[in-house]
Structures are given as C-alpha cells and as structure tokens.
C-alpha cells in the first residue's frame, strides 16, 4: 500500500462523486493546514 493520503481522498471522492463530499474534505484539509484557525 504505497497510496499517500491524498491519493487515498482523491480515489474515495472519484468513487463517491459527490461535491459536498469533496468540499466537506477540502474544509478538513484547510482546518489541518490551519490548526490555530
């Protein structure tokens, strides 16, 4: 298994195909990048 992360939420957001999933990921990847938001 040699799928980094991203890799790992870009195929789960391709297999669901569903926007709201994809915003509600990008906002946890904003919250991560920003900790002290």
Do not use: F, K, V
Not at 3 to 12: D, F, G, N, R, V
Not at 15 to 33: F, N, P, V
């Amino acid at each position: 298994m040699e799928e980094t992360i991203p890799a790992i939420l870009q195929s789960l957001i391709e297999h669901l195909g569903s926007q709201r999933i994809q915003d509600d990921i990008t906002a946890i990847l904003i919250a991560l990048d920003l900790p002290d938001l």
